[in-house]
């Protein structure tokens, strides 16, 4: 059995990339895990991955997925996507905040002013969508005194990458998920921010083959880069942790606090902190 047997997890956007990961990461540690993404059948996105063929590969691990077909854009869905969960499960856990509404040109160049405005939807979905989520597991995990709530956000959150609306909204979800660690403290509920740095996702191996000059930055250097499950494993140990609370509402680089868990990618990788190299997060623990 693993250290997660018997908890619920809702994954956010884990149709494919770093959801994906977190979410076979946690069933590998025997979670029941909530998939929750858009797309539901093979084409309907130009990047590979369904909520069903990620549920199934969570089954495959010793866990359990459900697949659930969510717009996190949407607050209807939301809403029945987390009374589902009560319903079925009568508890949360976990709850992932991945979601995040990327646009195709977010890695090409060119000012704010020159892309469009639809672009403002990082914050719709990735911000906004933090909130919905967590406002609703909070619904759940206040009463039963315990869950942990974890935002996905990286570097960006004191660096300049990509573009003006990305760092925005990574930004806001470090201070967010601070704010709410104050807020759910009382009840044992917490709260974390979680810095990832490059992620060999399917849309980042494109990206990079697209534009192999990407390789030299060092936002965006292979040699740096960890696995999709490599976040999931560590939220896992933090899960697993019984000290948990001592670290709500802080931010965390995801390569550090897995040093600390003694956790390494799927490949036995140590995954380096950049912390010299693209800053160190402002929020420490409440």
Not at 61 to 84: C, E, K, N, P
């Amino acid at each position: 059995m693993g250290v997660l047997s018997g908890r619920v997890a809702v994954v956010t956007g884990a149709s494919r990339g770093i959801g994906k990961g977190i979410a076979l990461a946690l069933a590998s540690e025997g979670a029941t895990v909530y998939v929750t993404g858009r797309t539901v059948s093979a084409g309907e996105h130009p990047l590979p991955g369904t909520v069903g063929e990620t549920a199934a590969l969570c089954d495959a691990r010793g866990g359990r997925g459900i697949a659930v077909q969510v717009d996190h854009g949407d607050d209807d869905q939301v809403a029945a996507l987390f009374d589902r969960v009560r319903v079925e499960q009568g508890r949360l856990d976990i709850l992932v905040n991945n979601a995040f509404s990327l646009p195709e040109d977010l890695t090409e160049p060119g000012g704010f002013w020159e892309k469009p405005l639809s672009n403002w939807e990082m914050v719709d979905v990735g911000v906004r969508s933090n909130f919905t989520a967590a406002w609703h597991a909070a619904r759940i995990m206040v009463p039963q005194g315990s869950g942990l709530i974890v935002a996905i956000s990286g570097y960006v959150g004191v660096t300049y990458t990509y573009g003006t609306v990305f760092g925005t909204a990574k930004s806001a979800v470090d201070r967010m998920a601070r704010d709410m660690a104050i807020e759910l403290k009382p009840h044992g509920v917490a709260s974390v921010s979680l810095w990832q740095g490059l992620t060999f996702t399917e849309r980042a191996e494109r990206n990079i083959a697209r534009n192999p000059a990407m390789k030299a930055s060092v936002v965006t250097n292979p040699l740096v880069g960890c696995s999709p499950e490599f976040p999931g494993r560590v939220i896992a140990a933090l899960a697993a942790d019984r000290q948990a609370m001592a670290r709500s509402g802080g931010t965390f680089i995801t390569a550090e606090l897995a040093q600390e868990y003694g956790v390494t990618d799927v490949d036995g990788k140590v995954i380096p902190s950049l912390r010299e190299q693209r800053g160190s997060p402002i929020w420490s623990p409440v």
